[in-house]
Every structure is written in C-alpha cells, then in structure tokens.
C-alpha cells in the first residue's frame, strides 16, 4: 500500500521539477540529446528557406579559449550569426582533453569542438564520433589557402578531419629592443657567442608551470633537435622509435645543458619561475637576461606580466645548428573538428577556415592564422610571425604533444630533473626509454 | 591549544587573583587573534590584489600595494561582471545549489532514519554497502553517469545535475545523519510507539526536530560542495548547453587557454565567495543554537 502512494507522488514531484525549470526559462532550449532530430529545433518552412539561412538554430561549440580569446572568438563568428540567425553558443574550458573524452565515450557531443591535439583527434576520429571534413569543405580551395604541413597534420588516415585556428610557432628567439641590435646570427654558435651585455645571462630559462612543469624545456629539445639531427630523427623519435639514449637526442639534451649554463638565476631560478614570467627579465634594468626562447604566444605575457609595449620586443626565429637542415621549424597550435551533421554547423565551420573569419581574430591580435590568404597583421611580431610559418621549408608539430600521454608527462618531468642537475642526463634518459617501452606498447 | 589551556586551569584552580584571570584571558585572546590573523593573510592577499592592476600583480607581492603610493582600481570586478553573463550564471548558480542540497539532505534524512530505527531484512548488508559507496571516486562514474543522462534526454538541464549530486552526496549524508540519529535516546521513541505515533509520524515529530544540529552542518557541507563544483556541472551540463552553466565554469573560462589574464580570477574568487559567506555565517548562528537548546533539554 504504501509502496502505491509512493508511486503516485513520484509524477507529482517530477511535475513540480520539470515546472521550476520551465519557469526558470532555461528549459525551453532544445534537448542536447544526440538522438534528437536536428529538425526538432527549428521551426516551419526550414525546407523553403535559402541554404544558408539557419534562424533559431543553436551550434554549440566547445573550446580551450578563455578571458579574451573568447572574446575574440565571439567576434569572429558573429558576422556569420548576423548572416544566417542562428546562435553560437560557446564554452570555454582549459580541461578540453578530459571533457572530450567523456564526451565522446558518452555520446553526448557538442557540434564543434576545440581539439587537444593531432593524437586526440585521431582517437575521436577512429571511434567514430569526428567527422571527416572532405565533403564539407571545399578541399581545393583549402589545400591552396593552407600551409601545407598543416593541411597533413589535420588529416587522419589520408582524410582531412581537423583545421587550424590559432597558430603558435615555437623556436622564437625573444628580445629587448632596447638591449639588442637584431642581428640574427648565421647559426646556433653564433648566438651562443654573443655578449649578453647589458644583460647579466645570455638566456632566460622558465620551466614552472603547475602541473606540466618541464613543457618549455621540452620546446627547447625539439627545436634543438630538429636543427641538429633533422625531421627524420625527429619523427622517429616521436614515433617511439629512437631511443632517449640514442646519441642524437643525448646531444640535444646536452646542447639545452649549454643554454642553462649561461642562464639566469641558476637552477632555483629556472624551475620555479613560471613559464608566463620567464621573459621578465628581458625587460627590468639592468636587464638579467638578453634572450628568452618561446612560442609566438609569449608576446601576451610580455605585455600582460612584464610591463612591455608592443615595439619594446622583437624576435629572430632560432638560427640553424646543421645547416643541411635550415628552415626547420616547429609549432602547434588550435585544431577545430566537426562532430555533428547539422548544416549550421557545417557552415559554421566552413565560414571559420575563411579568410575572411580568421583576419578578423587576426586584427584583434594574438592570432597567427594557418589562411595563407591572411595578409594584414596588427604588429610587425605577428607579421614576422606568420611570415615564418609560411616560409618554413619543414614544419613539425611539437613532438611531446604528439606523444602519448606517460610518454609526454615523463619528458616534462625529465626536463625539470635535466635543469637540476645535469650530470645526471644518462639516468634520465635511460628512464625515459623504460617509459617509452610501457608507453608506446599500450597505446 | 595546551598551552593555553594550562595557565587557564592552574588559575582557576587556585581562584584567587583577579588579575591573573584577566592577564591570562589577554594572552588567550591575543593567540586566537593572532592564529585568525594567519589564517586570514591568504585571503587578505587575494583581496588587495584583486584591487591592483594586472602588471603590478605580476610583479610585485600584494603587501607592496599597502604603502603609498596606492594604486588601486577596479578594473578587474568591472570586467569580471561585464563578461560571460556572470549574472546569469550567479543565478544558475542558485538554480543547481539550492536543489542540489534540499534534496540529498532529505532523502538522506528519511534513510537514515530507517537505518537507524526501522526494522528490515539486510539493514545493515545496505548500511555498509552505501558507506562503501564513499570509496568510489566521482571521476570514474562521469562516462557511465552521462550516458544514463544523455539516454534519458536531460544531459543539459539543471535536473540532469540535481541528480547527480543528490547520488554523489547521498553515502556520506547518509552516513553522518545515520551516526546522529542513531544515538537519539531509544526511549523517546520507544515511548512513541507505545503512544500509537507511526514511524512516519515518530520521524517528523521527534526525529528531525531531534537532528536541526547534524542537518544545518550537513547542509553547510553540501551547499559548498555543490555552489564550489566545476566538474560535475561541466561534464553534466556541458557545453551542449552553455546556458545553464553556473559560475565556477564562466570564472574558469575567464583565463586564457594558456593560463594568462590570471588577474581577474582574484575578483572572481570574492564574487563567488559572497553568498556561501553569507550562508556559513547565518546558518552557523543556527547551528550553535541547535546545539545548546539541546544541552539545556537533554
């Protein structure tokens, strides 16, 4: 009997549920549920209006941007929201890998989605859930506008499925206007022969970063790496094919040792000063520093933690070391992929791969875009840098990103034990190699 | 804390001096001042700089902005509250917290009640089962939980998340409200039954008035737990529906996707902090009161 009265409340309490949340004028937006028709949301007459014409459709889309990334991001999609009615609804989160994941292993997906990185996207793709961008595009016109090298690293198995937003080109050599001429030297001997007058120490090396402390002394292998034993080495070493202990990435590893001997601060200094802060010193006086080694984005932290004015830094992008391999550069940088069939979505991807988009956020700032047909910049850093990317004879993606994900914390980690002491590197890398076993094996 | 005490004890002890017992209440006030001082600095840094602009913060500690000359702005609270709907999200906030608290805290109340009263088959196999749910991280059951919601069609509503904190608080509101009541004198409700009072009658009238204590902190625990939640709320409500995010998600994305433009999170950090304060603090009025009352009756 009682179990009878139980059941009966149970409706009623639902009622009152389901009523708040009417009331609340929330739970009028459709169902995110996978299963629903897309034309569930949209009203009468869809089949009568123009292509693109998408009014009350919502697409959801879901990224690592925050703060004024987003802002910039809004920027960039409203024309098109103007153009066809239809609303972006955008989510931020910097735990992009982890939300997708579940994500996808749910099949509860947004329509488009920021994407952690090349090897992500291969996983999402092979389960199935990201869609193959070759039917969307226009696949001539995007191979003609692209870089090359980006248009490889957004394909899975052959198929175009993932497209570059915000570029970050690493290898850069930052410095103080004030302090330095501008000359690039002809190679890596070259800068290491330079006086660092006025500064202190010839270089500032920062590796802290939280959880992934160690990433920036990564970049510094990789680029190494890449300029002394070439993209192939490079590439099999990412592969997990070339050991850590081989003589190629030990020389490396040891040419990065030079840099921290002419470093400033010591090794205090260098693992526990925050990657964002690291080029500070490029700008106090006396200066401590006279170069700073980082990605594009560095420019931001210049700015927003150094004190500098756009004009008070300029960069050289690092010298060759074997000059059988000049013009080698790396970098990451933003991929964007489809999960969803929805028309909106598709056009909304297609309108971000425009010129058009993307010299919006390009105008904005902090944007360095993969659309060769991209021209006008903002400063003469993000000219510089796009020049540079375009202009690279070999582009790789960062490697440790590209490696899985034991394999990739183990290196960041191995980074801030090399920076400790150095006279312990043959341990390190021998370490490495027992985690590139397991790591590689269980992929 | 012995040390403190001590002194208070020998002087009690002994009871004769004035003075003494005033002396030594200095001392006690001063230590407890000076621990709450401590305790506060953190929280007294975050709030100076979230009055500084972003490049003094990056390079200089808070107390610098102390001493003239001051530099004070509120740039950072302007654009917190400018951006992303902060207010929107203030009252999704609400929406998800006051929900996501009633609920576990009353059906947890009626279980443990039964565990603790109520006569039925493997009563203490379910007991021990549900305080064995506690081991369980809440990580491992987001795909499991999400795919539930999602088949279900409410991945995206606020009811979605209501249910999933009501399970995720229920094991250790069960357990503690089971402890509690559990050691309510046998005899009040013993005396109850013989006086024809049904167990539901027997628990609106003796055993939830009996508890107001162990609910109001139980309450306090599950309104922060919830209102500070970013995870469950995120994979839960997700981006396929953005409207229906709460605070600590639109404060998140507040920072750059490299971990710049940390400066407004100080802001943020006070904004989200006003209303739990001004829970904690009335219902911890509540809470000693229920305390005391009881002392005077028992």
Redo the contacts between chains.
């Keep these: 009997m009682t179990r009878g009265i139980g059941w009966r409340r149970a409706p009623a309490a639902l009622a009152v549920?389901?009523l708040?949340?009417a009331a609340?004028g929330?739970?009028a937006?459709p169902?995110?549920?996978?299963?629903?028709p897309p034309d569930g949301t949209t009203g009468p007459g869809e089949s009568m209006a123009p292509s693109d014409d998408f009014s009350g459709e919502e697409v959801?889309?879901?990224?690592?941007?925050?703060?004024?990334?987003?802002?910039s991001f809004l920027a960039m999609v409203k024309p098109w929201e103007d153009r066809t009615g239809a609303k972006v609804?955008?989510?931020?989160?910097?735990?992009l890998g982890a939300?997708l994941t579940?994500?996808v292993?749910?099949?509860?997906?947004?329509d488009l989605?920021g994407l952690p990185g090349p090897g992500e996207m291969a996983q999402f793709s092979e389960a199935g859930a990201l869609k193959p961008l070759e039917s969307v595009l226009d696949m001539e016109d995007y191979r003609a506008n692209t870089v090359g090298a980006l248009v490889d690293l957004g394909s899975v198995n052959g198929q175009v499925t993932g497209v570059w937003m915000k570029l970050s080109v690493k290898g850069f050599i930052w410095y103080n206007t004030a302090n330095y001429s501008g000359d690039r030297p002809a190679n890596w001997d070259g800068v290491m022969a330079v006086d660092p007058s006025p500064a202190d120490s010839l270089f500032c090396v920062a590796l802290e970063?939280?959880a992934d402390s160690g990433w920036p002394g990564t970049d510094w292998v990789e680029d190494i790496l890449i300029r002394q034993a070439g993209p192939d080495v490079y590439d099999s070493w990412v592969a997990g094919q070339t050991k850590w202990t081989d003589p190629a990435i030990k020389q490396a590893f040891e040419t990065f040792g030079d840099v921290l001997d002419v470093s400033f601060g010591g090794t205090a200094y260098v693992n526990s000063t925050n990657f964002?802060?690291g080029g500070?010193e490029l700008f106090t006086d006396p200066p401590g520093c006279l170069f700073h080694h980082q990605a594009s984005?560095m420019s931001?932290?210049f700015k927003?933690?150094?004190?500098a004015q756009d004009g008070d830094f300029d960069f050289f992008v690092m010298p060759e070391i074997n000059s059988q391999y000049a013009g080698a550069l790396t970098g990451g940088g933003?991929l964007v992929g489809l999960f969803s069939d929805k028309p909106a979505a598709q056009d909304l991807l297609r309108y971000l791969v425009s010129a058009e988009a993307q010299q919006i956020w390009a105008d904005r700032g902090g944007f360095v875009s993969a659309n060769t047909q991209v021209t006008t910049y903002p400063t003469a850093v993000e000219q510089k840098s796009a020049d540079a990317i375009h202009d690279a004879t070999v582009f790789r993606f960062d490697g440790g990103d590209l490696m899985p994900g034991t394999m990739k914390a183990a290196f960041f980690s191995a980074m801030v034990q090399f920076a400790e002491n150095q006279g312990n590197l043959d341990q390190i890398l021998a370490d490495l190699d027992a985690v590139q076993a397991e790591a590689y094996a269980a992929q | 804390m012995t040390v403190v005490t001590k002194p208070l004890e020998t002087t009690r002890a002994t009871a004769v001096e004035k003075g003494g017992r005033g002396w030594s209440r200095i001392v006690l006030h001063a230590v407890v001042i000076g621990l709450m001082l401590l305790w506060l600095v953190p929280t007294l840094g975050l709030f100076v700089n979230s009055f500084r602009p972003a490049a003094d913060v990056a390079r200089s500690g808070w107390w610098n902005a102390l001493f003239p000359p001051w530099d004070f702005t509120l740039d950072n609270y302007s654009r917190v509250i400018a951006a992303n709907n902060l207010g929107d999200s203030f009252i999704n906030s609400l929406l998800i917290t006051i929900p996501a608290t009633v609920i576990p805290v009353m059906v947890a109340a009626f279980a443990a009640y039964a565990f603790a009263w109520m006569n039925f088959p493997f009563r203490n196999a379910i007991f021990v089962a549900i305080v064995g749910l506690l081991v369980i991280p809440l990580q491992s059951t987001l795909i499991p939980v999400l795919r539930l919601l999602a088949g279900a069609g409410i991945a995206g509503e606020f009811l979605a998340v209501w249910l999933a904190h009501t399970g995720y608080g229920l094991p250790f509101a069960v357990y503690l409200l089971r402890n509690y009541m559990g050691g309510l004198p046998r005899e009040v409700f013993e005396s109850a039954a013989i006086d024809g009072a049904s167990p539901t009658t027997a628990f609106f009238r003796l055993a939830l008035p009996m508890s107001v204590p162990v609910l109001a902190s139980l309450t306090i625990f599950q309104f922060l737990f919830v209102w500070n939640d970013l995870l469950v709320s995120l994979i839960y409500i997700g981006p396929t529906n953005p409207d229906n995010l709460p605070m600590t998600v639109r404060v998140a994305s507040l920072v750059s996707s490299l971990g710049g433009e940390t400066h407004f999170l100080t802001a943020a950090a006070f904004l989200t902090m006003i209303l739990p304060l001004v829970v904690f603090l009335f219902l911890q009025r509540y809470f000693v009161r229920g305390i005391t009352g009881g002392a005077v009756k028992g």
């Design positions: 549920v389901a708040l949340v609340c929330t739970g937006s169902s995110p549920a996978t299963q629903a959801t889309f879901v990224g690592s941007w925050g703060g004024s990334e987003q802002d609804k955008y989510t931020g989160s910097r735990g939300y579940t994500a292993a749910s099949g509860t997906l947004p989605a970063s939280g964002g802060a500070n984005f931001d932290f927003s933690q150094g004190g933003d």
